[in-house]
C-alpha cells in the first residue's frame, strides 16, 4: 500500500495543553480518517474526511482534508488524561486503508 | 453495535507450530481484513477477503495463509510460526460502499511465538 507518513512519533504533554499531528502522503487519496486507540484495544474511528478542504470537528478534535488530497491533520484542543492512546491517520485505498505508524500521546494531570 | 470477536486476547506458540487465528463478526460484512499492528511500523496489512472463499494478499502476506468459508468468519492461519510474527493481530470488518465508516476492528491477539 502506499505509504503515509505521520508525525510526531510520540508526545508528551500537560493536561490542557493542545496537540496537533498529521499525515503527508505523495499519492492522492479521496478519503482520511483518523482512528485512536486506547491500550489493549483496537483502533477506533474518531474522525472521516471525504472531500478536499474538508473541516470537521468531533467535540475537542478537529481534523483538515489536505486541499492537495495527499495530507491531513489533527487537532486535540484542551488534553485530559484520557486522551493517552495512539492516533492513527488512514487513507483508502481501494477495498482496504493504509495506516500511518501512529503518534503516542500521553497525557499528565 | 457491530462486534468483531477474536478469539483469543493472548496466544503463546512454539516455534514451527501451526497456528490459528480466529474472527467473527455479526454484522453481516462482506469485507474482512487482517492487520498485524509492530512498535513503530503502525498497521499492515496481511490478508483480506470481500467474500466467502474469496481471498486477497496485503503488503506482508508471506508465511500467512487465510480462510474464509462462511460470511462471518476470517481465519488467519501462521503455517509454521516463527519469533519475528510475534505480534498484535487486529481484525476489521466493512461493508463495501459505505466507505470507511463501516470498517471495525476487534480488540486484538497478541500472540508471541518462542
Known amino acids: 500500500g502506499q505509504q503515509l507518513n505521520q508525525s510526531p512519533q510520540s508526545m508528551f504533554i500537560q493536561e490542557g495543553e493542545d496537540v496537533s499531528m498529521n499525515c503527508t502522503s505523495s499519492?492522492?487519496?479521496?478519503?482520511w480518517l483518523w482512528y485512536k486507540q486506547d491500550p489493549g484495544e483496537g483502533p477506533v474511528l474518531l474522525i472521516a474526511l471525504y472531500k478536499a478542504g474538508e473541516l470537521t470537528s468531533n467535540g475537542r478534535l478537529t481534523a483538515q482534508f489536505g486541499i492537495t488530497r495527499k495530507d491531513s491533520f489533527l487537532n486535540i484542543s484542551a488534553s485530559i488524561p484520557s486522551d493517552v492512546g495512539i492516533y492513527f491517520c488512514?487513507?483508502?485505498?481501494?477495498?482496504?486503508?493504509?495506516f500511518g505508524k501512529g503518534t503516542s500521546l500521553l497525557v499528565t494531570p | 453495535d457491530v462486534k468483531v470477536t477474536q478469539s483469543s486476547r493472548y496466544l503463546v506458540k512454539r516455534t514451527g507450530e501451526k497456528v490459528f487465528l480466529e474472527c467473527v463478526q455479526d454484522?453481516?460484512?462482506?469485507?474482512m481484513f487482517w492487520y498485524r499492528q509492530d512498535p513503530g511500523l503502525g498497521l499492515r496489512l496481511i490478508y483480506f477477503?470481500?467474500?466467502?472463499?474469496?481471498?486477497e494478499k496485503g503488503d506482508i502476506p508471506e508465511g500467512y495463509s487465510v480462510s474464509r468459508e462462511k460470511k462471518e468468519r476470517f481465519s488467519l492461519i501462521l503455517e509454521s510460526a516463527s519469533t519475528n510474527q510475534t505480534s498484535m493481530y487486529l481484525c476489521?470488518?466493512?461493508?463495501?460502499?459505505?466507505?470507511?465508516?463501516?470498517?471495525?476492528f476487534g480488540s486484538g491477539t497478541r500472540l508471541t511465538v518462542v
Open positions: 454484522m453481516d460484512h462482506e469485507n
Open positions: 488512514a487513507a483508502n485505498s481501494g477495498y482496504a486503508l493504509n
Open positions: 476489521a470488518s466493512s461493508i463495501p460502499g459505505q466507505g470507511p465508516y463501516g470498517y471495525t
Open positions: 477477503s470481500y467474500d466467502v472463499k474469496m481471498k
Open positions: 499519492s492522492i487519496f479521496n478519503t
